[in-house]
C-alpha cells in the first residue's frame, strides 16, 4: 500500500498541523493513515489497534477538525476502561486542539463528582471518561449528550472485560442518533462485533495486519520498564550488554533530541539524526556514527530508513515501533550481511500487547529479559575494570607507574594500594558520567522529571476545576512555549506538576503568574521535595 508522505495528504487542516510538528511527530503512523481521512469524512469506524500504534491521534485529531466551534457542546465523548487512560487522552485531545482552543474534561471514578460537574458546567468541547462515572452523570443530569457529533469507544476490548458492556450500551442508547461512531480494539472479539453491528452504521474495518512479515533473524528481547525511568533501564542495558554501535530509535523528534541531551549528559557518546536537522548537520552526525566517534545513534523512524552502516551491533527500540512493518525496518538496520546482531524493545507496561502483535505477525520469537539492577551495573563495571587491568598488565611496561607502586606498598600493603586504584578508577567512572549504578529509582517523587525537563509545581488542581488543556493553554500562551514541549501533567486535587523543557522554566513561570485559569491568578515555582509531600 503506498503511504501518503504527510499528515497535510491526509486532509488534517493547518491548527491541528502545527499542533501536531509541536508535539514532534514526523509523519502518520499506519493506524492514523488508515482512519483519518474516513473519520474527517464521517465515517463509522472500527480500529484493530492496540495501545503504542499512535490511536489516540487517529481518533483524536479528525475529531477535533470536526468540532463546530460557534455549535453547542460537548461535540465529542470518548470513552476510556480506566482513569489511567481517561487521563492520557485527555493530555492528547488538549495538545493536538491546543491551536483550536479547545476544551476537554476527563470524567472518571474516584474523583469528587461536584468538581467534575463544575467542570462540565463550564462548558467543554470533548468529554473523555470512565463509563459507570459518565452514566452517573447522565443519570444526574448533569451531562447532556444531545449535542454529539463523535463518540468514540477506546479500548474495547478492555471495557468489555471490565464489564461495561451495558454501561457503554446505556450511553449509546442515550446519544443522538445522528452521530459518527468509532470503536477501537486491540482485538474483535464477538461480543465487540455486535456492539458494532447494533451501534455502527456501515463502519469501515482497518487493521494495520501486514501480509506477510519477515523478522531478519537476529536476536531480539523486550524489557519492561517501571518504576524506572526509561533512560535509566536504557542506561542500565548499555553498560551491561556492551555495545559496539547501537542504533537508538524514538517516535519522535522531539524524543530524539531529549534523548541524546540526556546520554550526553551522562557522558555516553550519542549523535541525534531527524527531520528537523538540515541535511549537512545529519551528515555530520551519521559520519561520526560511522566513523566510530560516537557508539549511539538516536535517531527517528523518518531519518533512520535506508540508512546502511556498517557493524550495528544493536538496535534499540527506545520506543516500540508504531507497527510491525516500521519494526522490522528497524531491526534491519542491524545483522547485515550475514553479522549477527540484537534488537532490544523497551515497553511500557500498556504496550505489552503491541509487542506481542508485532511478534505474532512478524513470527518472531521476542522473549522477555530482566532489566539489569544497579548491582548488576556495578559488577559489569567491575568485570569491565578487571579486563581492561589484565590488558595493561600483559603489556608489562609500567614504567614510572612501578616505581610509584613500590614507593606506596612501602607505606601500606601492596593489596589496600591496588584496592584504593580500583576503587579511585571505579568512582572516576561512576561520579562523572555513567551514574547507572546511582541511578533513581522512584520516578514519581515530586522533584523529578524526564531528563532535560524541570517540574514545576503548580498551586491550582483538580478541586479547583483544573484539566490538562488548561495548563497547555496556558503555557503556550504569549511569550510561552509549544504545547508540544509541555511534558507530564500531573493534576492533584489543589495542586499540580507539570514538565517543561528546563531551559525554557524561567519563561514558563513568568509567564503562568501573570495568567488566571478560572478567574484565579496562579501561582508556579520549581517543584521542590516538600511541594511532592
Ligand atoms: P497511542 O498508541 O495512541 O497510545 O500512542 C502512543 C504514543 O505515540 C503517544 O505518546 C503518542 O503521542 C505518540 N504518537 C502518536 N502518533 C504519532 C506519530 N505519528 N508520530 C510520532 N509519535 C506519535
Do not use: W
Amino acid at each position: 500500500m503506498a503511504q501518503p508522505a504527510s499528515f497535510a495528504d491526509l486532509g488534517i487542516t493547518q491548527p491541528i498541523l502545527a499542533a501536531l510538528s509541536d508535539m514532534g511527530f514526523e509523519e502518520p503512523s499506519p493506524i492514523q493513515v488508515q482512519t483519518i481521512p474516513h473519520m474527517l469524512a464521517g465515517r463509522d469506524v472500527i480500529g484493530q489497534a492496540q495501545t503504542g500504534t499512535g490511536k489516540t491521534a487517529a481518533f483524536a485529531v479528525p475529531a477535533l477538525q470536526r468540532l463546530d466551534s460557534d455549535g453547542p457542546r460537548p461535540q465529542v465523548l470518548i470513552l476510556t476502561p480506566t482513569r489511567e487512560l481517561a487521563l492520557q487522552v485527555a493530555e492528547e485531545v488538549a495538545r493536538i486542539g491546543v491551536n483550536l482552543g479547545a476544551r476537554e474534561a476527563a470524567i472518571y471514578g474516584g474523583q469528587p463528582i461536584e468538581r467534575q460537574i463544575r467542570a462540565l458546567r463550564a462548558g467543554v468541547d470533548v468529554v473523555v471518561g470512565t463509563p459507570g462515572r459518565l452514566l452517573d452523570h447522565l443519570r444526574r443530569g448533569t451531562l447532556e449528550l444531545r449535542h454529539l457529533r463523535t463518540v468514540i469507544l477506546d479500548e474495547g476490548d478492555e471495557m468489555l472485560d471490565m464489564g461495561f458492556i451495558d454501561d457503554i450500551e446505556a450511553i449509546l442508547q442515550a446519544a443522538p442518533g445522528e452521530r459518527q461512531t468509532a470503536i477501537f480494539s486491540a482485538t474483535v472479539p464477538l461480543p465487540i462485533l455486535r456492539l458494532t453491528q447494533r451501534y455502527l452504521r456501515n463502519p469501515v474495518h482497518l487493521r494495520v495486519t501486514p501480509e506477510h512479515l519477515i523478522a531478519p533473524s537476529i536476536e531480539q528481547s523486550y524489557y519492561e520498564v517501571r518504576g524506572i525511568d526509561r533512560t535509566e533501564a536504557l542506561c542500565r542495558l548499555i553498560d551491561v550488554l556492551g555495545m559496539g554501535r547501537a542504533i537508538i530509535f524514538c517516535r519522535t523528534k522531539r524524543g530524539v533530541d531529549e534523548l541524546t541531551a540526556a546520554l550526553q549528559a551522562r557522558g555516553y557518546p550519542a549523535e541525534a539524526i531527524h527531520g528537523d536537522m538540515a541535511q549537512p548537520q545529519r551528515n555530520r552526525a551519521l559520519a561520526r556514527f560511522r566513523e566510530g566517534g560516537s557508539e549511539l545513534l538516536v535517531a527517528t523512524d523518518v531519518a533512520a530508513r535506508g540508512l546502511d552502516i556498517e557493524g550495528v551491533t544493536h538496535v534499540i527500540n527506545f520506543d516500540i515501533a508504531q507497527s510491525p512493518e516500521a519494526h522490522v525496518h528497524r531491526i534491519g538496520r542491524t545483522g547485515r550481511v550475514g553479522r549477527s546482531g540484537a534488537a532490544l524493545t523497551l515497553v511500557l507496561p500498556r504496550e505489552v500487547k503491541q509487542l506481542r502483535a508485532i511478534a505474532d505477525s512478524t513470527g518472531a520469537r521476542i522473549p522477555r529479559g530482566i532489566l539489569p539492577s544497579p548491582a548488576d551495573v556495578a559488577a559489569a563495571a567491575r568485570d569491565s575494570v578487571r579486563r581492561q587491568l589484565l590488558e595493561v598488565l600483559g603489556e608489562a611496561d609500567l614504567g614510572e607507574c612501578l616505581d610509584l607502586a613500590r614507593e606506596l606498598a612501602e607505606a601500606s600493603s601492596p593489596v589496600m594500594v591496588a584496592a584504593a586504584a580500583l576503587k579511585m578508577v571505579l568512582d572516576a567512572g561512576r561520579g562523572s558520567a555513567r551514574g547507572g549504578a546511582g541511578g533513581n529509582d522512584s520516578g514519581s517523587d515530586g522533584i523529578t522529571a524526564e531528563p532535560g525537563m524541570q517540574r514545576l509545581f503548580v498551586n491550582m488542581g483538580g478541586r479547583q476545576g483544573l484539566r490538562p488543556g488548561d495548563i497547555v493553554r496556558a503555557i503556550s500562551g504569549t511569550g510561552g512555549i509549544s504545547g508540544g514541549e509541555v511534558g507530564v501533567i500531573d493534576i492533584h486535587d489543589d495542586f499540580s506538576f507539570v514538565e517543561i523543557p528546563r531551559a525554557a522554566a524561567d519563561r514558563v513561570i513568568a509567564v503562568l503568574r501573570r495568567t488566571r485559569i478560572g478567574g484565579r491568578p496562579v501561582n508556579a515555582e520549581v517543584a521542590r521535595a516538600r511541594n511532592g509531600g
